[in-house]
Protein backbone atom coordinates (compact mmCIF):
# COMPACT_ATOMS: atom_id res chain seq x y z
CA UNK A 1 0.00 0.00 0.00
CA UNK A 2 1.19 3.74 -1.09
CA UNK A 3 1.33 5.63 2.34
CA UNK A 4 -0.44 8.37 0.65
CA UNK A 5 -4.07 7.03 1.80
CA UNK A 6 -4.77 6.01 5.50
CA UNK A 7 -8.08 3.47 4.81
CA UNK A 8 -7.64 0.55 2.80
CA UNK A 9 -10.02 -2.18 2.38
CA UNK A 10 -8.01 -6.14 1.64
CA UNK A 11 -10.41 -8.18 -0.28
CA UNK A 12 -8.93 -11.79 -0.07
CA UNK A 13 -8.74 -13.67 -2.69
CA UNK A 14 -10.22 -17.21 -2.74
CA UNK A 15 -10.26 -17.85 -6.83
CA UNK A 16 -13.23 -15.63 -7.77
CA UNK A 17 -13.07 -14.59 -11.10
CA UNK A 18 -14.61 -11.29 -10.13
CA UNK A 19 -11.85 -10.51 -7.32
CA UNK A 20 -10.45 -7.43 -9.48
CA UNK A 21 -13.88 -6.37 -10.00
CA UNK A 22 -14.50 -5.72 -6.31
CA UNK A 23 -11.39 -4.19 -6.19
CA UNK A 24 -12.19 -1.70 -8.31
CA UNK A 25 -16.15 -1.39 -7.20
CA UNK A 26 -14.76 -0.24 -3.85
CA UNK A 27 -12.14 1.88 -5.20
CA UNK A 28 -15.30 3.76 -7.51
CA UNK A 29 -16.10 4.40 -3.73
CA UNK A 30 -13.00 6.48 -3.21
CA UNK A 31 -11.71 3.81 -0.85
CA UNK A 32 -8.82 2.58 -1.80
CA UNK A 33 -8.40 -1.36 -2.07
CA UNK A 34 -5.93 -4.30 -2.41
CA UNK A 35 -6.30 -7.80 -3.89
CA UNK A 36 -4.18 -10.65 -1.64
CA UNK A 37 -4.65 -13.60 -1.87
CA UNK A 38 -6.35 -15.60 0.96
CA UNK A 39 -3.54 -17.40 2.30
CA UNK A 40 -2.24 -13.41 3.45
CA UNK A 41 -1.25 -13.98 7.14
CA UNK A 42 -3.03 -12.68 10.27
CA UNK A 43 0.03 -10.82 11.01
CA UNK A 44 0.06 -9.21 7.67
CA UNK A 45 -3.66 -8.01 7.97
CA UNK A 46 -2.90 -6.62 11.62
CA UNK A 47 -0.14 -4.83 10.28
CA UNK A 48 -1.60 -3.45 7.10
CA UNK A 49 -4.79 -2.41 9.44
CA UNK A 50 -7.35 -2.53 7.03
CA UNK A 51 -10.59 -0.55 7.64
CA UNK A 52 -12.64 -4.21 6.42
CA UNK A 53 -12.11 -7.47 4.80
CA UNK A 54 -14.01 -8.26 1.79
CA UNK A 55 -14.22 -12.12 1.15
CA UNK A 56 -14.42 -12.95 -3.02
CA UNK A 57 -16.40 -15.96 -4.48
CA UNK A 58 -14.77 -18.84 -5.33
CA UNK A 59 -14.99 -21.97 -7.36
CA UNK A 60 -14.84 -24.45 -4.32
CA UNK A 61 -16.97 -26.06 -2.08
CA UNK A 62 -16.20 -25.58 1.50
CA UNK A 63 -17.03 -28.91 2.59
CA UNK A 64 -15.36 -30.49 0.01
CA UNK A 65 -11.50 -31.95 -0.13
CA UNK A 66 -10.83 -28.90 -2.42
CA UNK A 67 -12.55 -26.42 0.22
CA UNK A 68 -9.61 -23.30 0.60
CA UNK A 69 -10.36 -21.69 3.79
CA UNK A 70 -8.78 -19.20 5.66
CA UNK A 71 -7.38 -18.78 9.30
CA UNK A 72 -10.25 -18.82 11.52
CA UNK A 73 -8.70 -15.95 14.08
CA UNK A 74 -9.02 -13.59 11.30
CA UNK A 75 -12.88 -13.67 12.56
CA UNK A 76 -11.33 -12.27 15.85
CA UNK A 77 -9.76 -8.95 14.85
CA UNK A 78 -12.85 -7.02 14.88
CA UNK A 79 -12.61 -6.11 11.12
CA UNK A 80 -16.05 -6.29 9.69
CA UNK A 81 -16.00 -8.59 7.01
CA UNK A 82 -18.21 -8.93 4.33
CA UNK A 83 -18.57 -12.38 2.64
CA UNK A 84 -19.46 -12.93 -1.26
CA UNK A 85 -20.55 -15.70 -2.98
CA UNK A 86 -17.86 -18.75 -2.14
CA UNK A 87 -16.90 -16.24 1.01
CA UNK A 88 -20.52 -16.22 2.33
CA UNK A 89 -20.68 -19.71 2.69
CA UNK A 90 -17.27 -19.86 4.13
CA UNK A 91 -18.39 -17.60 6.40
CA UNK A 92 -21.02 -19.16 7.85
CA UNK A 93 -19.18 -22.40 7.46
CA UNK A 94 -16.44 -21.36 10.30
CA UNK A 95 -19.00 -19.51 12.17
CA UNK A 96 -20.71 -22.92 12.95
CA UNK A 97 -24.00 -22.53 10.33
CA UNK A 98 -24.98 -25.17 7.65
CA UNK A 99 -23.48 -25.26 3.79
CA UNK A 100 -25.09 -27.20 1.44
CA UNK A 101 -25.46 -28.15 -2.07
CA UNK A 102 -29.00 -26.21 -2.79
CA UNK A 103 -31.38 -28.20 -4.39
CA UNK A 104 -31.45 -26.07 -7.27
CA UNK A 105 -28.61 -23.54 -8.35
CA UNK A 106 -28.89 -20.20 -9.44
CA UNK A 107 -27.52 -18.51 -12.25
CA UNK A 108 -27.95 -14.96 -13.68
CA UNK A 109 -30.29 -12.51 -12.84
CA UNK A 110 -32.55 -13.31 -9.97
CA UNK A 111 -35.05 -10.77 -7.78
CA UNK A 112 -33.79 -10.61 -4.06
CA UNK A 113 -36.81 -9.83 -1.24
CA UNK A 114 -34.57 -7.66 1.52
CA UNK A 115 -36.11 -9.15 4.61
CA UNK A 116 -34.23 -6.16 6.97
CA UNK A 117 -34.51 -3.10 5.68
CA UNK A 118 -33.12 -1.52 8.22
CA UNK A 119 -29.74 -3.33 8.13
CA UNK A 120 -26.69 -1.28 7.22
CA UNK A 121 -25.90 -3.58 4.08
CA UNK A 122 -29.42 -2.30 2.39
CA UNK A 123 -29.45 1.35 3.06
CA UNK A 124 -31.22 3.28 0.45
CA UNK A 125 -31.59 -0.20 -1.23
CA UNK A 126 -35.35 -1.23 -3.03
CA UNK A 127 -37.04 -3.65 -1.26
CA UNK A 128 -36.92 -6.14 -4.09
CA UNK A 129 -33.87 -6.06 -6.26
CA UNK A 130 -32.00 -7.89 -8.75
CA UNK A 131 -29.25 -9.24 -8.44
CA UNK A 132 -26.27 -11.23 -10.22
CA UNK A 133 -26.57 -15.15 -8.41
CA UNK A 134 -24.08 -18.05 -9.48
CA UNK A 135 -24.02 -20.81 -6.87
CA UNK A 136 -24.46 -24.51 -6.90
CA UNK A 137 -24.21 -24.63 -3.03
CA UNK A 138 -25.94 -22.60 -0.24
CA UNK A 139 -26.31 -21.42 3.31
CA UNK A 140 -28.76 -23.61 5.34
CA UNK A 141 -28.77 -22.48 8.08
CA UNK A 142 -26.82 -19.22 9.35
CA UNK A 143 -24.54 -18.89 12.26
CA UNK A 144 -25.32 -17.97 15.64
CA UNK A 145 -25.75 -14.21 15.94
CA UNK A 146 -26.76 -13.86 12.11
CA UNK A 147 -29.82 -12.99 10.82
CA UNK A 148 -31.22 -13.87 7.74
CA UNK A 149 -31.31 -10.30 5.84
CA UNK A 150 -32.27 -11.14 2.13
CA UNK A 151 -33.89 -13.87 0.12
CA UNK A 152 -34.62 -15.15 -3.05
CA UNK A 153 -37.49 -17.97 -4.62
CA UNK A 154 -34.69 -20.63 -4.41
CA UNK A 155 -32.32 -19.29 -1.79
CA UNK A 156 -33.32 -18.91 1.79
CA UNK A 157 -29.95 -17.31 2.84
CA UNK A 158 -29.25 -14.59 0.03
CA UNK A 159 -28.06 -12.24 2.45
CA UNK A 160 -26.89 -12.42 5.93
CA UNK A 161 -25.72 -10.12 8.58
CA UNK A 162 -24.21 -10.08 12.57
CA UNK A 163 -24.23 -6.44 13.15
CA UNK A 164 -22.59 -6.74 16.39
CA UNK A 165 -19.14 -8.47 14.94
CA UNK A 166 -19.73 -6.19 11.46
CA UNK A 167 -20.16 -9.47 9.87
CA UNK A 168 -22.00 -9.35 6.27
CA UNK A 169 -22.70 -11.59 3.47
CA UNK A 170 -24.34 -12.21 0.28
CA UNK A 171 -24.60 -15.25 -1.71
CA UNK A 172 -24.93 -12.93 -4.73
CA UNK A 173 -22.22 -10.64 -6.29
CA UNK A 174 -23.05 -7.31 -5.75
CA UNK A 175 -19.66 -6.27 -7.53
CA UNK A 176 -21.18 -7.40 -11.27
CA UNK A 177 -23.34 -4.39 -13.26
CA UNK A 178 -26.02 -6.92 -13.28
CA UNK A 179 -26.94 -6.51 -9.27
CA UNK A 180 -28.68 -3.45 -10.00
CA UNK A 181 -28.38 -1.72 -6.59
CA UNK A 182 -24.78 -3.75 -5.90
CA UNK A 183 -22.72 -0.86 -5.82
CA UNK A 184 -24.80 1.14 -3.26
CA UNK A 185 -24.55 -1.76 -1.06
CA UNK A 186 -20.71 -2.15 -1.49
CA UNK A 187 -20.64 1.52 -0.68
CA UNK A 188 -22.88 1.04 2.56
CA UNK A 189 -19.79 -2.18 3.72
CA UNK A 190 -17.58 0.91 3.16
CA UNK A 191 -18.81 3.59 4.54
CA UNK A 192 -21.63 2.84 7.13
CA UNK A 193 -20.59 -0.78 8.04
CA UNK A 194 -16.05 0.09 7.82
CA UNK A 195 -16.66 3.72 8.86
CA UNK A 196 -14.05 4.92 5.84
CA UNK A 197 -14.49 8.66 5.04
CA UNK A 198 -13.22 8.10 1.50
CA UNK A 199 -9.61 9.45 0.94
CA UNK A 200 -8.66 7.87 -2.22
CA UNK A 201 -8.58 10.41 -4.89
CA UNK A 202 -6.78 10.86 -8.33
CA UNK A 203 -5.24 14.20 -7.69
CA UNK A 204 -3.80 13.33 -4.70
CA UNK A 205 -2.52 10.40 -6.04
CA UNK A 206 -1.02 12.17 -8.76
CA UNK A 207 0.58 15.16 -6.54
CA UNK A 208 2.10 12.72 -4.10
CA UNK A 209 3.11 10.46 -6.62
CA UNK A 210 4.95 13.16 -8.29
CA UNK A 211 7.11 14.06 -4.88
CA UNK A 212 7.91 10.67 -4.48
CA UNK A 213 9.23 10.55 -7.89
CA UNK A 214 11.27 13.51 -7.26
CA UNK A 215 12.26 12.01 -3.99
CA UNK A 216 13.59 8.51 -4.95
CA UNK A 217 15.27 9.48 -8.39
CA UNK A 218 17.30 12.54 -6.99
CA UNK A 219 19.21 13.40 -10.06
CA UNK A 220 19.55 10.52 -11.05
CA UNK A 221 18.84 9.73 -14.92
CA UNK A 222 15.14 8.10 -16.16
CA UNK A 223 14.65 6.04 -19.35
CA UNK A 224 11.33 5.28 -20.70
CA UNK A 225 9.83 2.92 -23.39
CA UNK A 226 6.88 5.07 -25.13
CA UNK A 227 4.54 3.00 -26.94
CA UNK A 228 2.01 6.41 -27.43
CA UNK A 229 -0.79 4.07 -25.37
CA UNK A 230 -2.38 5.20 -22.04
CA UNK A 231 -0.08 3.45 -19.68
CA UNK A 232 3.32 4.69 -21.51
CA UNK A 233 1.90 7.97 -22.02
CA UNK A 234 0.95 8.38 -18.12
CA UNK A 235 3.69 7.34 -16.63
CA UNK A 236 5.92 9.62 -18.80
CA UNK A 237 3.80 12.63 -18.17
CA UNK A 238 4.35 11.70 -14.23
CA UNK A 239 8.40 11.16 -14.47
CA UNK A 240 8.47 14.25 -16.77
CA UNK A 241 6.48 16.60 -14.35
CA UNK A 242 8.75 15.18 -11.49
CA UNK A 243 12.31 14.77 -12.97
CA UNK A 244 11.57 16.89 -16.51
CA UNK A 245 15.14 16.70 -18.68
CA UNK A 246 16.49 13.87 -16.55
CA UNK A 247 13.69 11.59 -18.45
CA UNK A 248 14.55 9.99 -21.67
CA UNK A 249 11.62 8.39 -23.49
CA UNK A 250 12.83 6.36 -26.70
CA UNK A 251 9.62 5.42 -29.02
CA UNK A 252 9.71 2.95 -31.45
CA UNK A 253 7.79 2.79 -34.82
CA UNK A 254 7.76 -0.51 -36.08
CA UNK A 255 5.87 0.02 -38.76
CA UNK A 256 2.88 -1.37 -37.84
CA UNK A 257 1.02 1.52 -35.85
CA UNK A 258 -2.28 2.91 -37.12
CA UNK A 259 -2.92 5.08 -39.68
CA UNK A 260 -0.65 8.94 -38.37
CA UNK A 261 -0.18 7.64 -34.98
CA UNK A 262 3.56 7.33 -35.05
CA UNK A 263 3.40 11.48 -35.49
CA UNK A 264 0.35 11.92 -33.41
CA UNK A 265 2.44 10.61 -30.12
CA UNK A 266 5.59 12.51 -31.79
CA UNK A 267 3.46 15.86 -31.66
CA UNK A 268 2.34 15.29 -27.86
CA UNK A 269 5.84 14.13 -26.89
CA UNK A 270 8.59 15.57 -29.22
CA UNK A 271 10.17 18.81 -28.85
CA UNK A 272 7.19 20.74 -30.54
CA UNK A 273 5.06 19.09 -27.97
CA UNK A 274 4.55 20.68 -24.07
CA UNK A 275 6.20 18.01 -22.31
CA UNK A 276 9.92 18.78 -21.20
CA UNK A 277 11.42 15.42 -21.58
CA UNK A 278 13.86 13.76 -24.43
CA UNK A 279 12.45 12.35 -26.91
CA UNK A 280 14.35 9.82 -29.37
CA UNK A 281 12.19 8.32 -32.14
CA UNK A 282 13.08 5.27 -33.76
CA UNK A 283 12.26 4.88 -37.58
CA UNK A 284 12.40 0.98 -37.48
CA UNK A 285 9.71 0.30 -40.04
CA UNK A 286 11.90 -0.98 -43.15
CA UNK A 287 13.87 -3.53 -40.31
CA UNK A 288 10.57 -5.24 -39.07
CA UNK A 289 9.20 -5.62 -42.70
CA UNK A 290 12.63 -7.11 -43.33
CA UNK A 291 12.19 -9.46 -40.74
CA UNK A 292 8.60 -10.19 -41.04
CA UNK A 293 9.11 -11.21 -44.96
CA UNK A 294 7.70 -14.90 -45.00
CA UNK A 295 6.61 -15.18 -41.94
CA UNK A 296 3.20 -16.21 -41.17
CA UNK A 297 2.40 -17.69 -37.77
CA UNK A 298 0.81 -15.86 -35.48
CA UNK A 299 3.62 -16.44 -32.65
CA UNK A 300 6.16 -16.45 -34.58
CA UNK A 301 5.50 -13.39 -35.54
CA UNK A 302 4.49 -12.14 -32.13
CA UNK A 303 8.13 -13.24 -31.36
CA UNK A 304 9.68 -11.72 -34.03
CA UNK A 305 7.74 -8.38 -33.03
CA UNK A 306 8.88 -8.60 -29.48
CA UNK A 307 12.34 -9.24 -29.81
CA UNK A 308 13.24 -7.02 -32.34
CA UNK A 309 11.93 -4.70 -29.84
CA UNK A 310 14.29 -5.35 -27.49
CA UNK A 311 17.16 -5.01 -29.94
CA UNK A 312 16.00 -1.97 -31.34
CA UNK A 313 15.46 -0.06 -27.62
CA UNK A 314 18.83 -2.13 -26.63
CA UNK A 315 20.80 -0.13 -29.71
CA UNK A 316 19.03 2.99 -28.09
CA UNK A 317 20.09 2.57 -24.46
CA UNK A 318 23.63 1.55 -25.54
CA UNK A 319 23.90 5.14 -26.93
CA UNK A 320 22.62 6.76 -24.05
CA UNK A 321 24.58 5.15 -21.69
CA UNK A 322 24.14 3.71 -18.71
CA UNK A 323 20.76 4.99 -16.65
CA UNK A 324 19.54 4.87 -13.03
CA UNK A 325 16.28 4.11 -13.76
CA UNK A 326 13.87 2.45 -16.42
CA UNK A 327 10.11 2.97 -16.22
CA UNK A 328 7.50 0.11 -16.65
CA UNK A 329 3.68 1.03 -17.02
CA UNK A 330 2.88 -1.89 -15.18
CA UNK A 331 -0.35 -1.56 -14.07
CA UNK A 332 -2.51 -3.28 -10.80
CA UNK A 333 -4.03 -5.71 -12.79
CA UNK A 334 -0.48 -7.04 -14.57
CA UNK A 335 0.66 -6.73 -10.40
CA UNK A 336 -2.41 -9.02 -9.67
CA UNK A 337 -2.54 -11.30 -12.46
CA UNK A 338 1.54 -12.39 -12.01
CA UNK A 339 0.98 -12.70 -8.59
CA UNK A 340 -1.93 -14.65 -7.81
CA UNK A 341 -3.36 -16.97 -10.15
CA UNK A 342 -2.30 -19.06 -13.22
CA UNK A 343 -3.96 -19.33 -16.82
CA UNK A 344 -3.10 -21.02 -19.59
CA UNK A 345 -0.76 -18.84 -22.30
CA UNK A 346 -3.31 -17.94 -25.44
CA UNK A 347 -1.60 -15.86 -26.87
CA UNK A 348 2.15 -14.60 -25.95
CA UNK A 349 1.34 -11.32 -24.89
CA UNK A 350 4.00 -8.70 -25.97
CA UNK A 351 5.10 -5.87 -23.85
CA UNK A 352 8.20 -4.18 -22.70
CA UNK A 353 8.47 -7.00 -19.91
CA UNK A 354 11.56 -8.15 -21.59
CA UNK A 355 13.21 -4.96 -21.57
CA UNK A 356 15.18 -5.12 -17.66
CA UNK A 357 17.83 -7.55 -18.89
CA UNK A 358 19.22 -5.75 -21.91
CA UNK A 359 19.87 -2.10 -20.23
CA UNK A 360 22.18 -1.35 -17.99
CA UNK A 361 19.86 0.29 -14.84
CA UNK A 362 20.14 0.41 -11.25
CA UNK A 363 16.49 0.18 -10.25
CA UNK A 364 12.90 0.16 -12.18
CA UNK A 365 10.31 2.40 -11.24
CA UNK A 366 6.47 1.45 -11.59
CA UNK A 367 4.76 4.60 -10.83
CA UNK A 368 0.92 2.92 -11.60
CA UNK A 369 2.03 -0.36 -10.49
CA UNK A 370 -1.38 0.43 -8.01
CA UNK A 371 -3.60 1.82 -10.33
CA UNK A 372 -6.82 -0.18 -12.17
CA UNK A 373 -7.07 0.79 -15.78
CA UNK A 374 -9.67 3.55 -15.54
CA UNK A 375 -7.44 5.53 -12.45
CA UNK A 376 -4.56 5.53 -15.11
CA UNK A 377 -6.76 7.50 -17.87
CA UNK A 378 -8.30 9.51 -14.78
CA UNK A 379 -4.84 10.33 -13.33
CA UNK A 380 -4.03 11.11 -17.04
CA UNK A 381 -6.58 13.74 -17.18
CA UNK A 382 -5.45 15.11 -13.92
CA UNK A 383 -2.10 15.78 -15.64
CA UNK A 384 -3.81 17.39 -18.96
CA UNK A 385 -3.04 14.33 -21.45
CA UNK A 386 -4.88 15.18 -24.41
CA UNK A 387 -8.29 13.37 -24.03
CA UNK A 388 -7.52 11.69 -27.47
CA UNK A 389 -4.35 9.88 -25.76
CA UNK A 390 -6.14 9.02 -22.41
CA UNK A 391 -9.22 7.60 -23.78
CA UNK A 392 -7.62 5.46 -26.12
CA UNK A 393 -8.53 1.87 -26.60
CA UNK A 394 -6.25 -0.98 -26.31
CA UNK A 395 -3.54 -1.41 -28.94
CA UNK A 396 -1.44 -4.87 -28.76
CA UNK A 397 2.00 -4.40 -28.74
CA UNK A 398 2.77 -5.99 -31.89
CA UNK A 399 0.38 -3.76 -33.59
CA UNK A 400 -1.12 -4.01 -36.87
CA UNK A 401 1.31 -7.58 -37.67
CA UNK A 402 -1.20 -9.26 -35.68
CA UNK A 403 -3.97 -7.81 -37.26
CA UNK A 404 -3.09 -8.93 -41.23
CA UNK A 405 -3.34 -12.47 -41.82
CA UNK A 406 -0.65 -14.16 -42.87
CA UNK A 407 2.18 -12.45 -44.31
CA UNK A 408 2.90 -8.99 -43.52
CA UNK A 409 3.94 -6.56 -46.72
CA UNK A 410 4.07 -3.15 -46.69
CA UNK A 411 1.05 -2.87 -48.83
CA UNK A 412 -0.85 -4.69 -46.62
CA UNK A 413 -0.10 -2.72 -43.75
CA UNK A 414 -1.21 0.58 -45.97
CA UNK A 415 -4.34 -1.38 -46.74
CA UNK A 416 -5.86 -1.99 -42.81
CA UNK A 417 -4.40 1.49 -41.84
CA UNK A 418 -6.19 3.16 -44.59
CA UNK A 419 -9.35 1.02 -44.06
CA UNK A 420 -8.91 1.51 -40.10
CA UNK A 421 -8.86 5.13 -39.71
CA UNK A 422 -11.99 4.87 -42.03
CA UNK A 423 -13.48 2.80 -39.89
CA UNK A 424 -12.69 4.44 -36.62
CA UNK A 425 -14.02 8.05 -38.11
CA UNK A 426 -17.05 6.48 -38.81
CA UNK A 427 -17.95 5.06 -35.59
CA UNK A 428 -16.89 8.37 -34.08
CA UNK A 429 -19.16 10.11 -35.77
CA UNK A 430 -21.51 8.35 -35.29
CA UNK A 431 -20.85 9.27 -31.87
CA UNK A 432 -20.80 5.57 -30.09
CA UNK A 433 -17.04 5.24 -29.64
CA UNK A 434 -17.28 5.69 -26.19
CA UNK A 435 -19.85 2.62 -25.91
CA UNK A 436 -17.42 0.03 -27.58
CA UNK A 437 -15.05 -1.62 -25.65
CA UNK A 438 -12.83 -1.93 -28.88
CA UNK A 439 -12.98 -1.71 -32.27
CA UNK A 440 -10.86 -2.08 -35.11
CA UNK A 441 -9.99 -3.48 -38.96
CA UNK A 442 -8.05 -5.95 -39.61
CA UNK A 443 -6.99 -7.69 -43.01
CA UNK A 444 -7.60 -11.42 -43.48
CA UNK A 445 -5.69 -12.73 -46.57
CA UNK A 446 -8.78 -14.03 -48.47
CA UNK A 447 -9.01 -12.34 -51.54
CA UNK A 448 -11.97 -12.53 -53.63
CA UNK A 449 -13.62 -11.48 -57.45
CA UNK A 450 -15.77 -8.47 -57.59
CA UNK A 451 -16.65 -6.29 -60.00
CA UNK A 452 -15.91 -2.68 -59.93
CA UNK A 453 -17.28 -0.53 -63.18
CA UNK A 454 -16.97 -2.89 -65.76
CA UNK A 455 -13.82 -4.71 -64.44
CA UNK A 456 -12.99 -7.78 -62.55
CA UNK A 457 -11.51 -7.32 -59.35
CA UNK A 458 -9.28 -9.63 -57.61
CA UNK A 459 -8.33 -8.10 -54.64
CA UNK A 460 -8.52 -8.42 -50.33
CA UNK A 461 -11.31 -8.57 -47.82
CA UNK A 462 -11.28 -6.35 -45.26
CA UNK A 463 -12.53 -7.50 -41.53
CA UNK A 464 -14.11 -5.33 -39.25
CA UNK A 465 -14.39 -6.53 -35.30
CA UNK A 466 -16.12 -4.29 -32.65
CA UNK A 467 -16.72 -6.21 -29.36
CA UNK A 468 -18.22 -5.20 -26.05
CA UNK A 469 -16.06 -6.34 -23.20
CA UNK A 470 -15.73 -5.06 -19.36
CA UNK A 471 -12.77 -7.15 -18.70
CA UNK A 472 -10.99 -8.08 -22.42
CA UNK A 473 -11.48 -11.85 -20.98
CA UNK A 474 -14.68 -13.16 -22.40
CA UNK A 475 -16.75 -10.28 -24.99
CA UNK A 476 -19.63 -9.96 -27.12
CA UNK A 477 -19.47 -8.55 -30.75
CA UNK A 478 -21.28 -5.60 -30.96
CA UNK A 479 -24.49 -4.88 -32.64
CA UNK A 480 -23.55 -2.14 -34.85
CA UNK A 481 -26.45 -0.46 -37.22
CA UNK A 482 -26.55 -1.46 -40.42
CA UNK A 483 -26.71 1.73 -41.56
CA UNK A 484 -23.00 2.51 -40.28
CA UNK A 485 -21.39 -0.62 -41.21
CA UNK A 486 -22.86 -0.76 -44.96
CA UNK A 487 -21.27 3.22 -45.00
CA UNK A 488 -18.06 2.00 -43.96
CA UNK A 489 -18.20 -0.63 -46.20
CA UNK A 490 -18.82 1.64 -49.14
CA UNK A 491 -16.10 3.97 -48.38
CA UNK A 492 -13.32 1.45 -47.78
CA UNK A 493 -13.68 0.21 -50.74
CA UNK A 494 -13.84 2.97 -52.59
CA UNK A 495 -11.05 4.72 -51.22
CA UNK A 496 -9.12 1.90 -50.17
CA UNK A 497 -6.84 0.49 -52.95
CA UNK A 498 -7.12 -3.57 -53.15
CA UNK A 499 -9.89 -4.18 -51.70
CA UNK A 500 -13.13 -4.90 -52.95
CA UNK A 501 -15.16 -6.99 -49.90
CA UNK A 502 -15.70 -5.87 -46.42
CA UNK A 503 -16.62 -8.63 -44.00
CA UNK A 504 -18.48 -8.08 -40.19
CA UNK A 505 -17.02 -9.92 -37.39
CA UNK A 506 -19.83 -11.96 -35.46
CA UNK A 507 -17.83 -14.04 -33.41
CA UNK A 508 -18.14 -13.55 -29.56
CA UNK A 509 -14.70 -14.53 -27.15
CA UNK A 510 -14.80 -17.56 -26.44
CA UNK A 511 -14.52 -18.98 -29.37
CA UNK A 512 -12.90 -16.76 -30.94
CA UNK A 513 -10.55 -13.96 -29.37
CA UNK A 514 -10.44 -10.09 -29.60
CA UNK A 515 -7.94 -9.73 -32.00
CA UNK A 516 -7.40 -12.22 -35.08
CA UNK A 517 -4.37 -13.53 -34.38
P1 LIG B 1 -7.32 -11.23 -27.29
O1 LIG B 1 -7.03 -11.16 -28.75
O2 LIG B 1 -6.34 -12.08 -26.54
O3 LIG B 1 -7.11 -9.75 -26.76
O4 LIG B 1 -8.75 -11.59 -27.00
C1 LIG B 1 -7.48 -9.30 -25.47
C2 LIG B 1 -6.99 -7.88 -25.32
O5 LIG B 1 -5.55 -7.87 -25.29
C3 LIG B 1 -5.04 -7.08 -26.35
N1 LIG B 1 -3.85 -7.79 -26.86
C4 LIG B 1 -2.60 -7.43 -26.57
N2 LIG B 1 -2.10 -6.42 -25.83
N3 LIG B 1 0.08 -7.14 -26.29
C5 LIG B 1 -0.76 -6.27 -25.71
O6 LIG B 1 -0.28 -5.33 -25.07
C6 LIG B 1 -0.34 -8.18 -27.05
O7 LIG B 1 0.46 -8.95 -27.57
C7 LIG B 1 -1.75 -8.33 -27.19
N4 LIG B 1 -2.53 -9.23 -27.85
C8 LIG B 1 -3.82 -8.88 -27.62
C9 LIG B 1 -6.16 -6.99 -27.36
O8 LIG B 1 -6.04 -5.82 -28.17
C10 LIG B 1 -7.38 -6.97 -26.48
O9 LIG B 1 -7.60 -5.69 -25.94
Not at 371 to 374: A, G, I, Y
Given at each position: ?11 L ?11 R?V ?8 V ?8 K???M???G??F?G ?11 L??P??F????P?LG?C??S ?7 G ?8 SE ?5 V??D ?5 LFH???K?TI ?7 Y?A??P ?6 AHS???P ?6 P ?7 Q?H???V ?7 M???FV ?8 D????S ?8 L????G ?6 A ?11 VL???A???QL ?10 R????D ?10 P ?8 NA??R ?8 T ?5 R ?9 V ?7 I??V ?6 T????VI ?5 K ?8 NVG ?16 L????E????G?E ?6 L???Q?F ?5 GI ?30 D ?10 S ?9 D ?5 Y ?11 FM ?13 K????I ?9 V??D ?5 P ?6
Open positions: MSDMQKELIIVDFGGQYNQLIARRECSVYAEHPYTLSIDIRENPKIITGPNSVYGDEAICSEIELGIIIYGQLMAHMLGRVETAPVYGHTEKVKRDDLGVSEVWMSHTDIQVAGFEITEVCVAAMSDARKFYATYPEVHSKEGQQLRNYEVCGCQGWKMDFVKTTIEQREKIDGKVLCLSGGVDSSVAALSRVGKTCVFVDHGLLKDEGEVEAVFGPEGYELNFIRVQQYYEKLKGVEPEEKKIIGEEFIRFEEEARKGADFLVQGIYPDESGLGSAVIKSHHGLPSVVDFKEIVEPLRLFKDVRNARLGIPEYVARPPGPGLRIIGEVTEEKVRIVQEADAIYRKEIQKAGINSLGQYFAALNMRSVGVMGFRTYDAVVLRAVNTSDTADAAQLPWDLLAVTNRVNEVKGVNRLYCTGKPATIELE
